[in-house]
């Protein structure tokens, strides 16, 4: 079975940095693009990155803020976020698919297995 699992949430005075991982097991890591959203109270989700062997995607509200790595041997997807907002606030989801298409910006649709959520709090 496909499983992610996204942790490493918490509460961060803005400014501050939080790397999120995504611990992925039950597929070929390599073959598969993963992405990250984040959903706010009241809001819909929003794809902020993507990574693949097409390359890297961020949304624009953190391009030049966020990085998303990985690391093949651990079968993980790393999101480091630097600089943040109170607006960055928001449970953030890990998510994979196998062909999720090169449409951009990345959308809740494109991808088939998810991993729960992780609360990110950035205080003013």
């Known amino acids: 079975d496909v499983q992610l699992q996204a942790y490493g949430g918490g509460l961060v005075q803005a400014g501050g940095s939080l790397r999120l991982s995504c611990a992925t097991s039950g597929f070929t890591f390599d073959d598969y693009a993963i992405g990250w959203f984040r959903q706010a109270p009241g809001k819909e989700r929003e794809g902020v990155s993507c990574?693949?062997?097409?390359?890297?995607y961020y949304a624009d509200s953190v391009r030049g803020r966020f990085t998303i790595s990985s690391d093949n041997a651990k079968n993980t997807v790393y999101l480091q976020m630097n600089s943040l907002k109170p607006e960055d606030t928001a449970v953030y989801y890990c998510?994979?698919?196998?062909?999720?298409?090169?449409?951009?910006?990345?959308?809740?649709?494109?991808?088939?297995?998810w991993g729960q959520g992780t609360q990110v709090t950035v205080s003013s």
């Open positions: 998510a994979a698919d196998e062909y999720p298409g090169s449409k951009r910006p990345i959308t809740r649709a494109m991808f088939d297995y």
């Open positions: 990574i693949s062997d097409g390359g890297t």
